[in-house]
């Protein structure tokens, strides 16, 4: 083998590595969040709240055996995505207020093209969990996080709670009352039974014998959130969804309060939220004696009730704080502000391919 095939097959292993890298999570700096003056802080103000960061990431795509209408389906459901918002409020010196708002983006044809007679969905957000669930480990909430829900909890505790949800027989239901359901299953008993997975034991907070803190939101359907609409425009200065002609649904709000500690900022706002996210047929039948409806001919978008689960976490990053160098940092070629836009990732695979390069040919 010659040096210059070794170094194209080099290469291409560490191309493709890089290309098939965990999704980041886009943030304030990706969305052009509004900046406070003098500050390089975020303002991102939707329906009179303020958040201060956010973290949006999309939804995976379903698994294509539940599929009925492949083309609607990627045209709608597979251009969801998942953002988190948080901020504060210091009102006493010794306490202060936490805020998290969750977000469906939704593309702009979700209305006309999701029929709610035949297809539904729900939310289940997991607002209190234990503080090892995050995707950097303990690192920066200056650096946009990366990771799936397999880093942050672990890969059998996402198959045990997709599989629970999925179990959940939603025959004869619809709309909100389903939700109510599937939340049942986790936060206590249920017809899967026992409500936590032991797969998930370590992720609970508490007696570590339920979930608690899971909130349940129709997304299609009887009572389903509905889009931010136009003439909000005065109480909204912000738009956190990705790309920016995607609609925008408030999910859930959260509040909580707590003292100016490390420890309580980091377990009120900067840890991840696993989000399921579980599209189902509608109909009036029985499921198929285990729990997971089929659509028995309603020509819905999905052919059973099938779970997806999101992990989102934010980063403080805005587009003034990337455009600030520390002391040090500034390079009259620009060098080291590229490096600094490019992400730790890129910088160690561009720093693979030049040694490489010397490698083969020095």
Not at 99 to 125: I, M, Y
Not at 244 to 271: H, K, P, S
Request: aromatic share 6%.
């Amino acid at each position: 083998m010659t040096r210059q095939t070794t170094l194209t097959l080099l290469l291409t292993s560490l191309l493709t590595t890089q290309t098939q890298a965990d999704p980041k999570i886009l943030t304030c700096a990706d969305v052009e969040c509004p900046i406070v003056p003098n500050t390089t802080s975020a303002n991102c103000t939707v329906l009179g709240t303020e958040y201060t960061a956010i973290g949006i990431l999309p939804l995976d795509p379903l698994p294509p055996d539940a599929i009925t209408d492949r083309q609607t389906a990627e045209t709608t459901l597979q251009g969801l995505s998942w953002t988190k918002a948080v901020g504060t409020d210091d009102f006493s010196r010794e306490e202060r207020r936490f805020r998290q708002g969750f977000f469906l983006g939704t593309p702009p044809e979700f209305d006309s093209l999701v029929d709610g007679t035949k297809t539904d969905a729900c939310a289940l957000l997991f607002t209190q969990v234990a503080p090892i669930v995050r995707l950097d480990k303990g690192g920066s909430s200056h650096v946009a996080p990366q990771g799936t829900c397999s880093d942050a909890l672990s890969s059998e505790c996402v198959a045990a709670l997709t599989r629970r949800a999925e179990g959940v027989d939603l025959a004869g239901l619809a709309g909100q009352e389903a939700c109510d359901k599937l939340r049942g299953e986790f936060v206590g008993g249920g017809e899967a039974g026992g409500g936590l997975d032991e797969e998930c034991a370590r992720f609970v907070t508490g007696d570590q014998q339920r979930w608690t803190g899971v909130r349940a939101r129709a997304l299609v359907g009887e009572g389903a959130v509905e889009a931010v609409g136009a003439g909000e425009n005065g109480t909204t200065n912000c738009w956190p969804v990705w790309p920016r002609e995607d609609g925008l649904r408030v999910v859930g709000e959260v509040e909580t309060t707590g003292d100016y500690d490390a420890t309580t900022l980091q377990r009120n706002l900067l840890g991840a939220t696993p989000i399921l996210t579980v599209f189902y047929p509608v109909n009036s039948n029985k499921g198929n004696g285990n729990g997971n409806n089929e659509n028995n001919g309603n020509n819905g978008l999905v052919s059973r009730a099938t779970a997806q689960l999101t992990c989102v976490q934010v980063s403080d990053l805005t587009t003034a704080s990337n455009e600030t160098m520390v002391p040090g940092e500034h390079d009259d070629n620009g060098d080291s502000s590229a490096i600094r836009m490019m992400g730790g990732s890129q910088v160690a695979m561009w720093g693979a391919l030049m040694a490489v390069v010397f490698v083969f040919w020095g």
